[in-house]
C-alpha cells in the first residue's frame, strides 16, 4: 500500500507541473439542465478552417489543450444531438487560458425519432466503460432490458436467467447512475427494453463507485426528452401458441404492452413508462443421481416437467427542476410488482444395492408434484439535489430509499402408486427488504483537472421469516417443523470515503482514485439466539488510463481493487426443501470475496464502425461457490461455501460495422482460462478445477427495399467449469422480420426466439456435479421455437403526419 501511495504522489505532481505551460481548456455542458456532456468533441481549426488538433471531452465534459501555438484559432464543439457552436480564440501562446462553461443547444430528438446516419458509433469505448446504443439489439424490442444485456460482447445469461459478464456473475445494475439493493435479473425485468437509449458496461469503475461486484457495473440509461414538448411511444406484443409445449399442463401464455412518455417545458422534464409483461414458458427436466452411504448405493433417476408461469409489470417516473443557474432538484419513483411460479411435476425411480455383494435391497417409483412461488412488490424513491458553489465547485446530495416486499411458498406431494400420498410439505417465507444509500460529492475544477471526493453511505436491513409444515396425508393440518423453521435478521452498513481524479492531457484521459470502506454485517438468528457478525476494513485503490495513439487507434489500461459481498440468500442457514431431492441452504460465516482486476486493450474506429481488442487478469480470494453433499439417500443438500482461490484471465474482441451499405454487423468473443481451487465442506481432499471457457455473442442486421428489414442473433455460451463439475453450453439463436409503415410511424416485427430445427439442444443446459459420495447430472431442457409479433407506435412521428395535407379518405383510415 505504501508503493502504492507514493506512486499516487508522484503522478499527481508529475501532472501539475505539466501541466503549468500554455493551455487551453473548457466544460461543454447542456444550455438547459447545465449538466455536463459526456465526450463531446472539440477541435481546433486554423484560419482556413483546416483541424491542427482535437481531443473528446473527459466523462465530467472537460478538455483542454496543452502547448498551443499562438494564434488565432476557431473552436469547433459538436455532440449528436446537440448544435454544433464555434468560438473564435486569439492565443497568445502562453497563458493558461479558461473558456469555462461552453452551452451547446439540443436539437429536435424525441425518443427514436432521430435516424441514426453517417458514421455515427453505435459502440463507444473510454478507459473505464463500453457504450452500447440498444437499437443494434432488435431481437430484444418487446422484451425487457435483460433482453438488451445478454447481446452484449462479454455478457451471457444462462437458461436459469443468471447473468455473468467475462464470466463473473457479480455484476452490480444502475438505472440511470442509481443503485440498487435488488439482484440484477430482478431489476432489469422491470425496464421495458423500448424505454433503454444506451447501455454501459463499466469493466473497471473509479472510486466513486460502490466497489462491490466482481464483474463490473451495468448503467441502464433510459430515453430523456431533448426538446419541449410532448411525445410518447406505446408498444403492444403478443405470442402464438407454444409448437412443442412437452405436455405441460397448462398453455403458455405471453402477451404484454409498454408505453413511454416525455415531456420538457421550460425548466421542468419529466419522464415516465409502464409496462407489463407475461412471458411463460414450457418445459422438461431429466436427471440421473446416486449416493452412496456406507455399504449403500442408492439411484434416484427422474424425469418430468419443469414449467414457468411468470409476470411482471412495473411504473417508473423522472422528473428534473431547475430552481435557478445555481441549483437542479431531481426525483424519481419505481414501483413494480414480479410473479413467478415454477411447477416441477417429477416421476422418480429408485433402487438401492449393496455395493460390496450387488443385491438389491429396496426399488420403489413416485411422483413428486413441486410448486414453487415467488413474488415480490418493489419500491424505490430518488432524491438529488445540485447546487453550484462557485465556478470551480459543484455540490451534489443524493439519497434512495428502497422497499421490496418478498415473499413465497414451496409445496410438494410425494405420491406413490399415483394415489398414495406418502408426504406433503409445505415451506412458507417472508423476506422484506429495507434499504437507505446517502451519499453526498463535491466536483472540484482545477487549472489542471478535476477533483471528485464524496462519502457515501449504504444500509440496508432484511428480516425473514421462513416455516416448514408436513403431514402425511392430505387434509389433517400440518406439522411445523422446527430443524428446518427460523426467523433470520440480516443487517449490511457500509462507510466509504473516496477521492478521485480526473486528468486530461493532449491525447490522453487520466483517472487515480482511492476508496476507504467500512462494512459491517450481522446476521441473527432469532429462534437459537445466534449471531454471527462481520466487519472490515478495506482500502480500493482505481486506475484508469486512455491514450490516442492517432489514426483513429486508441490504448487503454486499468486496474482496480473490488469486493464480491455476500447477499442474504446466501447467508441465510434455515434449511429449505426446494424440492423432494434438494435440500437449500447458506452459510452465515461465508466471507466476501475480494478481486485484483488488470486490462489493457485497443480501440480501432472504423469508416462505419469499432474494433476493441482487450486483455485482462483477474484474481480472487474466497470464491463462493454453490456445492452439494449428502444429506440423505435420496436428498443432496446444496449449500454455498469459499474456495480458496480463483484465477480468470482471458480475452475479448469486439465490435460493430457496416459489411455493405445495407448490412450491418455487431459481435463479440470472449475467450478465458478459469481455474478454482479449495477445500469443500468436510471433504478432506483440495479440489482443483480448470478449463477454458469461451463465448459468443453476434448479429447481422439487413435493411431490405420498401421500409422491410430482417436480423439474425445469436448468443453461445461454452461448457464451463464449477470447483465439483461442469455446467454444459447454452446455445440460443433469434431470427426477426421488421416492417415499417407511415415513414416509420408505425412498426411491426415478427420475432422468431430460440429457433431449433434439428437436435442442436438450443436452449438446455445440463448441471453436473460429483464427489466420492455422490453423483448428479439433470439436463433443463426449456421452451424453444417461440414466435412473437411486436407492434410499435411512435405518436410523436403521428402527430406530424397528420398535420401534413392527406386525402379525405385517407384521413379517416387513419
Do not use: C
Not at 84 to 99: E, M, T
Not at 212 to 222: A, Q
Not at 673 to 694: A, C, F, M, P
Amino acid at each position: 500500500m505504501k508503493r502504492f501511495f507514493t506512486l499516487v504522489s508522484i503522478l499527481f505532481f508529475g501532472l501539475t507541473l505539466h501541466a503549468q505551460k500554455a493551455m487551453l481548456s473548457g466544460t461543454v455542458k447542456d444550455s438547459i439542465t447545465g449538466s455536463p456532456i459526456s465526450f463531446a468533441s472539440i477541435a481546433i481549426l486554423d484560419l482556413p478552417g483546416h483541424v491542427i488538433d482535437g481531443v473528446v471531452a473527459d466523462s465530467l465534459g472537460s478538455f483542454r489543450f496543452p502547448n498551443l501555438r499562438r494564434g488565432k484559432y476557431t473552436i469547433r464543439i459538436k455532440f449528436i444531438g446537440y448544435s454544433s457552436k464555434y468560438i473564435v480564440v486569439d492565443f497568445d501562446g502562453r497563458s493558461q487560458i479558461d473558456l469555462f462553461a461552453i452551452v451547446l443547444s439540443s436539437i429536435g430528438q424525441r425518443l427514436e425519432e432521430v435516424r441514426i446516419t453517417g458514421q455515427t458509433l453505435r459502440q463507444q469505448h473510454t478507459g473505464d466503460r463500453q457504450r452500447y446504443q440498444v437499437d443494434q439489439y432488435k431481437n430484444a424490442i418487446g422484451g425487457t432490458a435483460l433482453d438488451i444485456v445478454k447481446n452484449l460482447p462479454s455478457a451471457t445469461v444462462e437458461a436459469n436467467g443468471s447473468i455473468s459478464m467475462r464470466g463473473n456473475t457479480g455484476i452490480i445494475i444502475l438505472v440511470n447512475g442509481k443503485p440498487s439493493f435488488l439482484d440484477p435479473a430482478t431489476i432489469l425485468s422491470q425496464i421495458a427494453a423500448n424505454d433503454v437509449m444506451e447501455i454501459e458496461y463499466i469493466t473497471s469503475p473509479s472510486a466513486q463507485f460502490d466497489p462491490d461486484g466482481k464483474g463490473g457495473i451495468i448503467n441502464i440509461k433510459t430515453k430523456k426528452s431533448t426538446i419541449g414538448g410532448f411525445a410518447w411511444l406505446f408498444n403492444l406484443q403478443g405470442g402464438f401458441p407454444s409448437i412443442d409445449n412437452y405436455n405441460n399442463h397448462k398453455n403458455q401464455k405471453r402477451f404484454g404492452g409498454d408505453i413511454s412518455f416525455q415531456f420538457k417545458k421550460n425548466k421542468l422534464e419529466l419522464n415516465g413508462s409502464a409496462n407489463y409483461l407475461r412471458n411463460d414458458n414450457a418445459g422438461f427436466r431429466e436427471g440421473e443421481v446416486y449416493t452412496i452411504i456406507g455399504d449403500r448405493k442408492t439411484f434416484f433417476p427422474s424425469r418430468g416437467e419443469r414449467s414457468f408461469d411468470k409476470y411482471n409489470f412495473g411504473i417508473r417516473l423522472n422528473s428534473s427542476y431547475e430552481m435557478s443557474k445555481k441549483q437542479q432538484l431531481s426525483l424519481g419513483v419505481l414501483a413494480s410488482r414480479k410473479f413467478q411460479d415454477r411447477l416441477a411435476d417429477i416421476y422418480y425411480t429408485n433402487r438401492t444395492i449393496q455395493p460390496s455383494t450387488g443385491r438389491e435391497l429396496s426399488a420403489t417409483n413416485y411422483f413428486n408434484s413441486n410448486l414453487q412461488n415467488k413474488q415480490g412488490e418493489f419500491y424505490l424513491f430518488d432524491f438529488n439535489y445540485r447546487y453550484r458553489l462557485s465556478e470551480a465547485h459543484l455540490l451534489q446530495v443524493g439519497a434512495i430509499y428502497e422497499h421490496a416486499s418478498i415473499y413465497g411458498s414451496t409445496k410438494n406431494a410425494n405420491i406413490e402408486r399415483g394415489a398414495d400420498t406418502v408426504q406433503w410439505t409445505n415451506n412458507n417465507y417472508r423476506n422484506p427488504l429495507n434499504g437507505l444509500r446517502l451519499s453526498i460529492q463535491d466536483n472540484w475544477k482545477l487549472p489542471h483537472g478535476e477533483l471528485l471526493s464524496g462519502y457515501q453511505l449504504r444500509n440496508d436491513r432484511q428480516n425473514g421469516n421462513f416455516e416448514y409444515y408436513v403431514t402425511d396425508r392430505e387434509g389433517p393440518i400440518m406439522k411445523l417443523v422446527p430443524e428446518f423453521t427460523g426467523k433470520l435478521n440480516a443487517k449490511n452498513i457500509v462507510h466509504a470515503l473516496f477521492s478521485q481524479y480526473d486528468h486530461t492531457l493532449k491525447r490522453t484521459q487520466l483517472s487515480i482514485g482511492l476508496r476507504y470502506e467500512y462494512y459491517q454485517r450481522d446476521v441473527s438468528l432469532i429462534n437459537t439466539g445466534q449471531r454471527y457478525p462481520y466487519a472490515v476494513h478495506q482500502l480500493y485503490p482505481t486506475f484508469n488510463l486512455m491514450h490516442d495513439l492517432g489514426k483513429d487507434w486508441s490504448w487503454k489500461f486499468s486496474a482496480a481493487r473490488r469486493v464480491q459481498r455476500n447477499n442474504n440468500f446466501e447467508l441465510n442457514p434455515i434449511p429449505e426443501r426446494e424440492h423432494s431431492e434438494t435440500l437449500e441452504q447458506g452459510d452465515p460465516k461465508l466471507l466476501p470475496e475480494f478481486t485484483a482486476n488488470i486490462e489493457t486493450g485497443i480501440v480501432k474506429k472504423l469508416k462505419g464502425g469499432t474494433l476493441f481488442i482487450n486483455i485482462y487478469y483477474q484474481h480472487s480470494k474466497n470464491p463462493v461457490q454453490r456445492v452439494n453433499s449428502v444429506y440423505a439417500d435420496t436428498i443432496l443438500n446444496r449449500v454455498f461455501t469459499n474456495a480458496d482461490y480463483a484465477n480468470r484471465w482471458g480475452t475479448e474482441i469486439g465490435g460493430e460495422g457496416k459489411l455493405l451499405s445495407w448490412l450491418k454487423l455487431n459481435g463479440g468473443l470472449n475467450l478465458y482460462h478459469y481455474k478454482i481451487s479449495g477445500q469443500v465442506l468436510n471433504y478432506s481432499e483440495t479440489r482443483s478445477s480448470s478449463d477454458w471457457v469461451y463465448s459468443f455473442n453476434g448479429g447481422l442486421q439487413a435493411d431490405l427495399i420498401k421500409n422491410w428489414s430482417t436480423g439474425l442473433q445469436i448468443n453461445y455460451l461454452s461448457a464451463k467449469p464449477t470447483v465439483q463439475g461442469k455446467d454444459s453450453r447454452f446455445v440460443a439463436p433469434h431470427f426477426n422480420l421488421s416492417k415499417a409503415f407511415l415513414k416509420g410511424a408505425v412498426k411491426a416485427q415478427f420475432q422468431w426466439q430460440f429457433i431449433e430445427l434439428g437436435k442442436w439442444g438450443v436452449n438446455e443446459q445440463r448441471i453436473t456435479t460429483s464427489s466420492n459420495d455422490f453423483f448428479t447430472t439433470t439436463n433443463y431442457i426449456y421452451e424453444k421455437n417461440i414466435l412473437m409479433l411486436n407492434i410499435n407506435f411512435n405518436f410523436h412521428k403521428l402527430n406530424q403526419l397528420s398535420r401534413l395535407p392527406k386525402s379525405e379518405f385517407g384521413e379517416k383510415e387513419f
